[in-house]
């Protein structure tokens, strides 16, 4: 059993990694005596529905539990899927002292926490991440949202969960570009901030790719405890919260020209990372040698190294200026100084972005 | 000029009320250098929105100000005008550095708030409030919301604004109904926390409806002062600002009732309160002196004293279960102890709520 806390003085919450992550105390007392709606989709549900609700129903815990099972896919991060959650939350007549419970990937994560902060101007809600990628990355630090035909997550909240709990075997039944997919935020964070987990990684991806327990637990581990202490130093992205986004405006662009429809978000992600280091070795900052190792570790993950050819780059551009990092019409680049360092780039040449897009 | 300002710590700002509010040196800070969108409606925009560009478009101020005109009325307090909002917002590029400016009563001021809480997970916002309800409640507090067909304010955010800018000439263009509706705010206040200022109203009704310049900013500052107390004491709502909703409960169910399209805000509220001081009589703590002098002030307002009769008691009370107030399936109502002093009451008689419902 792994337990992390996302400091954030009174809005402190526990993050909890083990095969017995939802049966953790903390997370019973969250659910005692409540009404809970547990929401998830289609694909999770008949795998994971059953399991969660015998772990809350102990008689003991006289929890009202029921369930708001959506559709699967980015496609449905959007407005008329809060309207179906805050619909049934009317309905039901759901009040304030309520709880939500996210089941699910990123897109059930997001939805759901945006749905959390908005509700009755904002109910409690639970994290329960079943993909590598929400453990690791979208379930830690309280970024809700949903997307808009022009941008991706482009209408949210900042607001915390109560709790995320990490069941590892969740990702026995996770399909093989899925886990690449959240492999993408795992190297992520060697980049920008742990040059020593790097090499971790290089050493031990094969037995990651192999899902082997240990390893996955210790990738897991690192990642969650790297996003939370980025996290509790800047809560709503002031400063340094933005390295996170590392490849995020490459890969968002990635995602907006294909409508959401094709590459998952960690693959956009994956080639937006090879393009941000691409461009930092076009400023100076990374060798041939680094550019080969983070190419090599992309590889080796199953990730793609360049956007999909069909996407111009002026359409690329132009896509990237609806980023949020763009301030003031400038827009902003996470670029690496070296592996193991990020930073946000306002000066850059547009020739020398255009020449990596 | 009169200047208050709400204490939030951080999120602190100003309450200016002065015909000189629009050029108040911090609105001019505020604006200067960004991209500004102010956010109107039909009635108002003809009205006021060249005097408020001509105020903030000073050369040395460098903003970008454009506008988004919308339909006027309750019902579009929807989230498919806040779609309308971000469509805008991203088809012209603001970015997370714009600032919004409501300019408008409390439909434009609540929908443009939730508008600004959300966009891009959070950009800042002036309330410009052009109604006497809007200047004395909804624009400071930071509650933000739209409406859901099951219910009123049911979608929303606590996201305070940057400042709130009274120009009290408004007031000069409000129709009668319009205004009677604000003064049951300002009654509210009496009634809730200020004996003394309910003496005072009642002493100045009639200069006060006769919209006497110094009355009125009399009537605002102290309305004003008196929201700020309880806001900054308690801004989520966890206890003491629940009074704030004297009246809401009974009102926001006969608003629903007639799906917010034929009494304003305000005149349910009215009603609402004289329902409320009703039962408050019924529990034994007001007498029929109390309740001669609550019903006289809020008919000399102009002000109903009671719900339509089309509607049944048993609707009523079916509807009153939707409202925020209700905690864990118990419905708790705002119930006047004496003249000047509100409670939450939880505990209260089912049979003397339908009586009086």
Redesign the interface.
Known sequence: MKKLTLELGARSYPIVISPEAWNDASLSEQVR???ALIISNETIAPLYLDRLKSCLSGAALEVELDQLILPDGEQYKT?NTL?KI??RL??S?Y???CILIALGGGVIGDTVG?AA??????VDFIQIPTTLLSQVDSSVGG?T?VN?P??K??????YQPKGVYIDLTTLETLPEREFSAGMAEVIKYGLIRDNAFFGWLEQNIEAIMARDPDCLAETILVSCRTKAEVVSADE??QGLRAILNLGHTFGHAIEAAQHYKHWLHGEAVGAGMAMAARMSQNMGWLDSTDMTRIESLLSAANLPLEAPQDISAEKMRSLM??D?K????QLRLILLKQIGRAEVINDFDEEQLLAVL
């Not at 902060?117 to 904002?122: D, K, L, S, V, W």
């Not at 763009?326 to 019409?329: F, P």
């Open positions: 005596g409540r009404r407005i309207e805050y619909d009317l309905e007549h009040d304030r002292s945006f902060a908005t509700y009755q101007r904002g970024k949202a808009h022009l941008g997550n482009m209408i949210g909240a900042f709503t992205e200026s609806h949020k763009v301030t003031r019409g």
